[in-house]
């Protein structure tokens, strides 16, 4: 039996939908769309993100070397639809040792971004792209700026916009987040692809 949805904000437990209410909810932030429990980095949860996700599932295409695909997520259920999908993904960084990448792509006010980066609020916040972008990542063939948000410490997020949807890439240790800034990535959504990914172990991340 999979575990039970979480809050895409805290983390903590859900009220399920009853008679009285269709909504999960939250004793903390109300009403939410549920964090479901993370998919294991296989070829079946790839394709069910294919076919589930309202939004983007953003890959980085071709990987860099050494990197593997090490799980998925998702907010959302039946009756709304996935409105928020994420991707694990662990490899070397460009400094030393290991590093743990998420993307994660997000319909504004789900939250889910913020709460892996680190923040309190629902988004990056207001003002984080008031300066130069930080960085550009390639979503399907064009730039799209990132800038640096300022989340838990040991870990380096970056945020920006792409096809109406918030772009977050998040990475462990925060010196990894040279990857997202050098690396030169490419995203591209699974949803479009049927490709052959290389999987890795299951990534603890995605249970932050």
Not at 17 to 37: E, F, I, M, N, T
Not at 40 to 68: D, F, I, Y
Request: net charge negative.
């Amino acid at each position: 039996m999979r575990a039970a949805p979480t809050c895409p904000r805290c983390f903590g437990p859900l009220h399920a939908p009853s008679v009285w209410s269709s909504a999960w909810r939250c004793d903390a932030h109300g009403d939410v769309l549920p964090y479901q429990p993370p998919r294991p980095p296989s070829e079946t949860a790839a394709q069910a993100m294919r076919k589930t996700s309202l939004v983007p599932v953003w890959l980085p295409w071709p990987l860099p070397s050494g990197w593997l695909v090490t799980g998925f997520g998702e907010v959302g259920d039946e009756v709304k639809g996935v409105r928020a999908s994420l991707v694990a993904l662990s490899g070397p960084s460009l400094m030393e040792g290991p590093a743990d990448l998420l993307v994660i792509a997000e319909e504004p006010g789900v939250c889910i971004g913020a709460a892996f980066a680190g923040l309190s609020g629902p988004d990056p916040g207001e003002g984080f792209d008031a300066g130069p972008p930080n960085a550009k990542i390639e979503v399907m063939g064009h730039p799209a700026p990132l800038w640096c948000v300022h989340g838990s410490p040991d870990r380096a997020v970056y945020a920006g916009e792409a096809l109406g949807n918030w772009l977050w890439a998040i990475a462990w240790p925060a010196e990894a987040g040279c990857i997202i800034a050098l690396a030169e990535l490419s995203l591209i959504d699974m949803r479009d692809h049927d490709l052959d990914i290389p999987f890795g172990a299951f990534s603890p991340r995605l249970q932050d």
